[in-house]
Nanobody, 114 residues
Framework: QVQLVESGGGLVQPGESLRLSCAAS????????MGWYRQAPGNRRELVAR???????MYIDSVKGRFTISRDNIKKTVYLQMKNLKSDDTAVYYC????????WGQGTQVTVSS
């Protein structure tokens, strides 16, 4: 059974940093790509970053240079280091494979506000 548990979110001021973690169980981590997604109020869920099993990474333009995705294949954990956070980064953040499966975790709230 697939289970995804995200953590590490919080309330920060613009310019600050956060590190998100996602612990995966079940078969999902065998997927080649794992990704971080986010959903802001009133918006659709969007893919923010993804990482292949061999470490190849891809990011959306708005987070390039600020976010870094990484994975620990032994711990079955995916991380998202976020620096220089902006108010537009405010959202609930989720992890999943890419393409995503139908099962989602509860997400972790990131709020960037002064």
């Amino acid at each position: 059974q697939v289970q995804l548990v995200e953590s590490g979110g919080g309330l920060v001021q613009p310019g600050e940093s956060l590190r998100l973690s996602c612990a995966a169980s079940g078969s999902i981590f065998s997927e080649y790509w794992m990704g971080w997604y986010r959903q802001a109020p009133g918006n659709r869920r969007e893919l923010v970053a993804r990482i292949a099993g061999d470490g190849i990474t891809m990011y959306i333009d708005s987070v390039k240079g600020r976010f870094t995705i990484s994975r620990d294949n032994i711990k079955k954990t995916v991380y998202l280091q976020m620096k220089n956070l902006k108010s537009d980064d405010t959202a609930v953040y989720y992890c999943n494979s890419w393409p995503s499966r139908s099962v989602w975790g509860q997400g972790t709230q990131v709020t960037v506000s002064s």
